[in-house]
């Protein structure tokens, strides 16, 4: 029952990841930095510690006396997810919901189950997993092939992307997505799936604060709750700045009170897409605590967003007019993705 819970609650995450991008389709007028930034305020900012503050009480308690190490760390970490998480929205924007999302979770799940494992190579810890010992074990194995795979796939759906680029029309492109751009698109989708995974670290790195919470009797359902709320300040850092640098370059900063469009529906919009990213978060550490398996959950999850986010692309007809073999080529990839994500997943709960 613990497992079909785990199971349940990743999915309701994935289904809020894959999707949290739609409502931003329904921002006018505004630029690009100006919807993230307002989502990136209720994600990173308003959200977290009131999800703490209702399912943790005292979570501030927590934070004030967790070691300064632990905070750092997780709050790099939190930067470095902030810079993939920028990146990610850029993914999506040029590349759209199917291929982008694919792309960038595809190395998000290779990088987040492979980069632990060469860091402890060197840097042995107790209770850690090296490269070394997954090489010699049958899991370690099986974790190994399911990366190979899955780098195979995005290969595949970057080929897809290219057979898109040929077939169709610029306006055509225009038409299924928006500001449509191959090169860009795979230049910030790989740069955003390396750099994602460090959410992965971030919630191990804090993993001190989670457990102050259980040891403090509070609900172990809602443990990371904590952890998110330093975490997720260094994803605003990076967020924030990067933003408000674009705001001063395109000289957007009116958008904020540009009557001309529609303000309180922007604000709305931004604000559901922002709660939606956040809840992510709040499913995959109540499907973590059902599981108790981290590198197993991270690829579950994984694996729901790239099928919920696929599942929108096929409903806004992004790759409606091309060929039948651009159709199989994509097809294929995705199914190469979910099929490592799988091999992943398994071979770290055989461990």
Sequence with gaps: ???ILGVLFHFIGGFASGSFYMPYSKVKGWAWESYWIVGGLFSWLVVPPLAAWLTLPGFTEIIANTSSNTLLYTFLFGLLWGVGGLTYGLGVRYLGMSLGNSVVLGFCSAFGALVPSIYYNFNPAEGKTTLSEMISTSWGQLVLVGITLCLLGIYICGRAGMLKETELSEAQKKASVAEFSLIKGL???????????????????????????????????????????VLLWGGLTTNFVWCIILNSRNKTYGDYTNSKTPLFKNYLFSALAGTAWFLQFFFYGMGESKLGNGASSWILHMAFIILVANAWGIFLKEWRGVSKKTKATITLGITLIILSVMLVGYGNSVK
């Design 187 to 229: 230049l910030v989708a790989v740069a955003s799936g390396i750099l994602s995974s460090c959410f992965n670290f971030g919630i191990e790195a804090g993993k001190p604060m989670a457990e102050a919470a259980v040891n403090a009797g509070l609900n172990s359902l809602y443990q990371n709750n904590v952890t998110y709320v």
């Design 1 to 3: 029952m613990q497992i």
